[in-house]
């Protein structure tokens, strides 16, 4: 799986301008989670991310090209414990898997990457309310101020993701960043277009779409994720 490299590699060369603080998963306990999701009122919130018009975004890439070589949470700007007021807020998930069989099945590996993103919706963090809106990319977060007093980091809830996704057998290896810098929540805020360009144009392939690129409406996501026409066209001559 290969269509979402480019944006890997654009992501982590806007992220290498910054310094990240690195936290290996195997040395970092996961927070806890609950079963579903808690609502935590305004008045025992102790921090929003993301919300009050500040910039937000979440999206989430697949490879195989060996991107990640460890299950990692990496933090760019501060850290839960050292916010004190709102702050811009960006949350990417980079996930290395096995082969997803892309070229033979292209149902089977779009279901695989369907499973991975609907991690994203099912992980709760104690006192951690996530708000996500599928629509803008934009992801929220509410603090519960008991979770602050005990301790809550972004490393721990990381963690927790990262426990989420390698529950799949497909995922290998697993980098969740954190970013509140601003600057760099903006700088990454059109990946996340980008992304959902590549899972539309994959949903239109698998309709069924005829493979026409002069009269095609998703020619300018093929012409710019290298392997998009392959699969295509790949797909109509079996
Ligand atoms: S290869 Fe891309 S541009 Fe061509 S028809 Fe398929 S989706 Fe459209």
Same mark, same amino acid.
């Given at each position: 799986?290969?269509?979402?490299?480019?944006?890997?590699?654009?992501?982590?060369?806007?992220?290498?301008?910054?310094?990240?603080?690195?936290?290996?998963?195997?040395?970092?306990?996961?927070?806890?989670?609950?079963?579903?999701?808690?609502?935590?009122?305004?008045?025992?919130?102790?921090?929003?991310?993301?919300?009050?018009?500040?910039?937000?975004?979440?999206?989430?890439?697949?490879?195989?090209?060996?991107?990640? /070589? #460890?299950?990692?949470?990496?933090?760019?700007?501060?850290?839960?414990?050292?916010?004190?007021? &709102?702050?811009? =807020? +960006? !949350?990417?998930?980079?996930?290395?898997?096995?082969?997803?069989?892309?070229?033979?099945?292209?149902?089977?590996?779009?279901?695989?990457?369907?499973?991975?993103?609907?991690?994203?919706?099912?992980?709760?963090?104690?006192?951690?309310?996530?708000?996500?809106? /599928? #629509?803008?990319?934009?992801?929220?977060?509410?603090?519960?101020?008991?979770?602050?007093?005990? &301790?809550?980091? =972004? +490393? !721990?809830?990381?963690?927790?993701?990262?426990?989420?996704?390698?529950?799949?057998?497909?995922?290998?290896?697993?980098?969740?960043?954190?970013?509140?810098?601003?600057?760099?929540?903006?700088?990454?805020?059109?990946?996340?277009?980008?992304?959902?360009?590549?899972?539309?144009?994959?949903?239109?392939?698998?309709?069924?779409?005829?493979?026409?690129?002069?009269?095609?409406?998703?020619?300018?996501?093929?012409?710019?994720?290298?392997?998009?026409?392959?699969?295509?066209?790949?797909?109509?001559?079996?």
């Amino acid at each position: 799986m290969k269509l979402y490299d480019n944006l890997i590699d654009v992501t982590l060369e806007e992220l290498d301008k910054a310094q990240g603080r690195v936290f290996s998963y195997e040395k970092t306990s996961p927070w806890k989670c609950l079963e579903n999701t808690e609502f935590i009122m305004q008045r025992d919130a102790a921090l929003e991310l993301g919300g009050a018009g500040l910039p937000s975004v979440n999206y989430t890439c697949v490879t195989t090209s060996g991107k990640v /070589s #460890q299950d990692e949470v990496v933090v760019y700007g501060k850290d839960i414990s050292e916010i004190s007021s &709102g702050t811009a =807020f +960006a !949350r990417i998930v980079i996930l290395e898997t096995g082969d997803l069989g892309e070229d033979q099945d292209q149902e089977k590996a779009f279901q695989a990457i369907r499973n991975l993103e609907f991690v994203r919706y099912h992980v709760f963090p104690e006192g951690y309310m996530v708000r996500v809106s /599928s #629509q803008s990319n934009q992801e929220q977060v509410r603090i519960a101020r008991g979770a602050l007093k005990q &301790g809550i980091s =972004f +490393a !721990r809830v990381g963690a927790a993701y990262i426990a989420k996704y390698k529950e799949l057998e497909q995922v290998k290896k697993v980098r969740v960043i954190f970013i509140t810098e601003k600057e760099l929540v903006e700088a990454l805020l059109p990946n996340a277009d980008k992304v959902d360009a590549i899972t539309r144009t994959l949903t239109h392939i698998l309709d069924g779409l005829p493979t026409d690129c002069g009269h095609c409406s998703m020619k300018p996501v093929c012409d710019e994720v290298e392997g998009m026409r392959e699969l295509h066209l790949g797909k109509n001559k079996k």
